[in-house]
Protein backbone atom coordinates (compact mmCIF):
# COMPACT_ATOMS: atom_id res chain seq x y z
CA UNK A 1 0.00 0.00 0.00
CA UNK A 2 1.53 3.42 -1.02
CA UNK A 3 1.95 5.96 1.87
CA UNK A 4 0.59 9.31 1.36
CA UNK A 5 1.75 12.19 3.39
CA UNK A 6 -1.45 13.10 6.13
CA UNK A 7 -2.94 10.01 6.23
CA UNK A 8 -1.71 6.80 8.21
CA UNK A 9 -3.33 3.59 8.41
CA UNK A 10 -4.03 1.62 11.39
CA UNK A 11 -4.13 -2.05 10.97
CA UNK A 12 -5.92 -4.90 12.99
CA UNK A 13 -4.18 -7.39 14.56
CA UNK A 14 -4.84 -9.55 11.61
CA UNK A 15 -2.83 -6.90 9.82
CA UNK A 16 -5.97 -5.60 7.88
CA UNK A 17 -6.49 -2.21 7.48
CA UNK A 18 -9.19 -1.24 10.44
CA UNK A 19 -8.58 2.01 11.14
CA UNK A 20 -7.55 5.42 8.70
CA UNK A 21 -6.42 9.19 10.48
CA UNK A 22 -6.79 11.66 8.05
CA UNK A 23 -4.60 15.42 8.22
CA UNK A 24 -8.15 17.34 7.92
CA UNK A 25 -6.35 20.67 7.15
CA UNK A 26 -4.25 18.83 4.22
CA UNK A 27 -7.36 16.97 3.02
CA UNK A 28 -10.74 19.17 4.04
CA UNK A 29 -12.61 17.05 1.21
CA UNK A 30 -12.48 13.88 4.03
CA UNK A 31 -14.52 16.56 6.39
CA UNK A 32 -17.49 16.48 3.44
CA UNK A 33 -17.39 12.86 2.72
CA UNK A 34 -17.55 12.48 7.05
CA UNK A 35 -20.51 14.60 6.84
CA UNK A 36 -22.58 13.25 4.14
CA UNK A 37 -22.08 9.66 5.85
CA UNK A 38 -23.42 10.87 8.93
CA UNK A 39 -20.44 10.05 11.02
CA UNK A 40 -20.43 14.51 11.27
CA UNK A 41 -23.42 16.02 12.49
CA UNK A 42 -23.77 19.70 13.52
CA UNK A 43 -24.34 20.29 17.10
CA UNK A 44 -26.58 22.87 18.55
CA UNK A 45 -24.14 25.57 17.97
CA UNK A 46 -23.81 25.09 14.67
CA UNK A 47 -27.68 25.19 13.52
CA UNK A 48 -28.16 28.45 15.79
CA UNK A 49 -25.45 29.94 14.03
CA UNK A 50 -27.09 29.78 10.53
CA UNK A 51 -30.10 31.29 12.10
CA UNK A 52 -27.88 34.25 12.80
CA UNK A 53 -28.53 37.23 11.44
CA UNK A 54 -26.02 39.41 8.96
CA UNK A 55 -24.98 42.49 10.41
CA UNK A 56 -27.07 44.58 8.08
CA UNK A 57 -30.46 42.41 9.25
CA UNK A 58 -29.76 42.94 12.97
CA UNK A 59 -29.14 46.89 12.49
CA UNK A 60 -32.58 46.74 10.42
CA UNK A 61 -34.13 44.79 13.24
CA UNK A 62 -32.87 47.19 16.04
CA UNK A 63 -34.36 49.83 14.45
CA UNK A 64 -37.69 48.40 14.03
CA UNK A 65 -38.39 47.56 17.62
CA UNK A 66 -36.72 50.53 18.67
CA UNK A 67 -39.60 52.53 17.00
CA UNK A 68 -42.07 50.42 18.04
CA UNK A 69 -40.75 51.98 21.46
CA UNK A 70 -41.33 54.94 21.02
CA UNK A 71 -45.06 54.80 19.33
CA UNK A 72 -46.01 53.25 23.04
Known amino acids: MARI ?3 QIEKD ?5 AYA ?3 LKKYP ?3 ELLTNIGA ?5 FER ?3 RGLTPE ?3 E ?5 INNWEKR
Do not use: T
Not at 40 to 44: A, L, M, P
Open 5 to 7: AGI
Open 13 to 17: VKGRP
Open 61 to 65: EMHRR
Open 21 to 23: RIN
Open 57 to 59: QFK
Open 29 to 31: EAL
Open 48 to 50: EWK
Open 40 to 44: IEEDE
